[in-house]
């Protein structure tokens, strides 16, 4: 049986292991990709420290995994080999059920799954995933460039999009690591006066270059009169792990404004009396189907928003890993197969 390599973690805090597996064959439904380029997400600590609710280890993470479609399961008719695909974070759904007939993927109660945590990921040679979960890659993008799309880009794009932010409003990301400094560019893309937060100044030379027409330094500034100074925001995309980080914030918020929690963080303070005055609202993201991504990627090359990526091949999972939870990466860390 044909081998390929894999990065896997065995169990709950373990470190990452390169491991022989047999190369997966495609169920009904599901397709095989050649991996060509993974993403490095901090979404992926949930694997690695054994902090999702009942995942099954050994498992391999990667839920920004970018290809090219090598055998299909029976049953596909949508995808032939040979063409460019992306997996992300959301990693299927059945189609016809009443959720999804509503348009509420996420709530599918019969084929709901996440990659790199429902089924194997992108840290490997190859991988299989539900046809459903597919998104076409654009020639403009190499491998490289489109991985962290697929869920770091996808998951701020897609915020940004379906919040009530007109061209024009203030809108701040807070956080600029993976996911913040895409959420820079798309905000700054979409036309909204883009206000970037970070601790310490270093940051601010890039988050210009990648558009915010503001920066705040939240360590040396207090962020939500920073904001208010600015008019208040329309809307604030915290990207950030921290949940005082964001509670910080919720004060900068203009009238009938919206913090955006995207940040995985453990838990949030928020102020009713903030909301009251303002009518001012908190609602989480969670990222996208395949048809948003695609919409991603498309904006992407369209708006010339890329990822800055610090490249590595897979076998150094384990130093490209620290170096995403370092906070030190500029600003997406990316794995490669050399396929
Ligand atoms: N909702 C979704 O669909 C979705 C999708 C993907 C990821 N996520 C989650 O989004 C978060 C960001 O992911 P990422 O891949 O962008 O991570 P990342 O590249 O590691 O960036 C982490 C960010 O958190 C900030 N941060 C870390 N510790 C902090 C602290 N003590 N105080 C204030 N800020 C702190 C950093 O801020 P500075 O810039 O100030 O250094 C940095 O911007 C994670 O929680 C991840 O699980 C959610
Ligand atoms: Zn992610």
Known sequence: MPKMR?????????????????????????????????????????????????????????????????????????????????????GGHCGHCDACRSGNFFGCPVALQITGISFDGGYADYMVAPAIALALVPEDLSAVEAAPLMCAGITTYNALRNSHARPGDVVAVLGLGGLGHLGVQYAAKMGFKTVGIARGSDKEPLARKLGAHHYIDSQAQDPAAELLKLGGAKVILATVTNGDAMSAVQGGLGINGTLVVIGAAESLQVSPLVLISGRRSVKGWYSGTAIDSQDTLKFSVLAGVRSMNEVFPLEKVAEAYERMMSGKARFRVVLTTGQ
């Open 6 to 90: 894999a990065a896997q973690i065995a169990r709950p805090g373990w470190p990452f292991e390169i491991v022989e597996r047999p190369i997966p064959q495609p169920d009904a439904d599901w397709v095989r990709i050649r991996v060509q380029a993974c993403g490095i997400c901090h979404s992926d600590s949930l694997v690695k420290e054994g902090h999702w609710p009942g995942l099954q280890y050994p498992r391999i993470p990667g839920h920004e995994a970018v290809g090219v479609v090598d055998a299909v399961g029976a049953g596909v008719s949508q995808w032939k080999p040979g063409q460019r695909a992306g997996v992300g974070w959301h």
